[in-house]
């Protein structure tokens, strides 16, 4: 097949993926065409890895196996094979979704027979919504129905193999999980064609002074996709603000300072002014839950797309807010903090250009809206496309580290 006609196919068929997670988007003459050289596959427990004519074959046909268990400690796959293809769609659902399953169980995504993965993450984090929590919701790249299911339709293409695995590091047996991974087996792709990835990490809390990383610098050219955060606030704290801080973007070969920077932490995900429930195609906030201090909130560059050649890294600052008095307050019973700026009726004070350490009690800082540093329990897992099927980044903290400090929200 000449090199025009696989770039037209793969062309099509990643219009034609798109075509269903985005409403709109590549509709009109992509739905009806047939990429050439393009075939469908579905892998389940009733046909593991979509084998032509091996469907349902037990039970008679009958609804022979349609879930399967996951015992403490073990490995299950979902994907293996050794082919070319695209991967569109994967809808999960288990019966124990509690905040402790969902971080204790992972899920792995390996291309092209490579020794390490490419997706490593708590499996409830990984499909769209942190905290161990679940929500009905929908956007451009996830979306669960009425809070009992996973779904994902990132396009997920690969060269000469795919393989899925979900593994349960808890001591407890899952005792059912059903699942699709629906895929395209395509002609091979163009040489600028990209791996999916995402990594996943926590700290709890943050450390003082230092921004969080989204995802650690990561080299190669690609596409950084968005993420999803979640961040429990530190009730030392009280009821101030968490959510200041900017999220910035460093790309190849940016040094102390980013290319890309934000305002805030609303302004990231597209509100404003505080941050409430909502959910869009782009940007939402799934949990705004300030009885527990939980919020997850996520953010995806489809439309505005970041890319890199050399290299990316992505943090948000560790920064919070309130009026100067109870700051003030905060400071006087020793919780860490560091004021870095006061906000006063339209004119801003950077106070760590006057001030190594600003002292509130100085009558030149006048009052108004304070701004300062503090450290939380964040989580966040970022997605990105990479021109390597490995990323090199570290491997994913033990479960205990996962699911320290998790539970269960409490109730009215």
Known sequence: MSKTLCVFTLAAVVLLSLSVCEPGYAQGDELFRKPKNTVTRWSSFENLNGVKGQGGKENQGAKGHPYDTIKAGETKTLLDIKDCGIITRIWITIRNRSPKMLRSLRIEMYWDGAKTP??????????????????????????????????????????????????????????????????????????????????????????????????????????YLGTNVGIIADEIYKKTWWGEGEVKVYLDGDGEYPTLVGTGTEDYIGTGWGQGIYSHRYQGCLIADEKNRQWAFYRYHIPDPVFFDKDCRVTIQQIGGDMKPRVRELLKKGVPLKPISISSEGKFTKLLEKWD?????????????????????????????????????????????RTKGLIEPKKD
């Open 118 to 223: 490419a997706v490593s993450a708590p499996f409830g984090d990984f499909f769209g919504v942190g905290l161990g929590r679940r929500v009905a919701f929908e956007n451009a790249l996830f979306s669960d129905p009425e809070g009992r299911s996973f779904n994902c339709c990132i396009a997920m293409p690969f060269r000469k193999g795919a393989k899925i695995v979900v593994i349960n590091d808890s001591d407890t047996e899952i005792k059912s999980i059903y699942y699709d991974v629906n895929y395209l087996l395509t002609p091979a792709h163009d040489e600028d064609v990209l791996y999916f990835h995402t990594y996943w990490q926590r700290e709890n809390p943050t450390n003082l002074f230092h921004d969080f990383e989204i995802l650690p610098k990561v080299k190669g050219k690609g596409r």
């Open 357 to 401: 350490s600003p002292d509130l009690d100085d009558s030149a800082i006048p009052d108004g809206w304070c701004n300062f540093y503090r450290r939380d329990d964040m989580s966040a897992t970022a997605y990105f496309y990479l021109d390597s099927p490995e990323n090199g980044l570290p491997a994913i903290a033990p479960v205990a580290e």
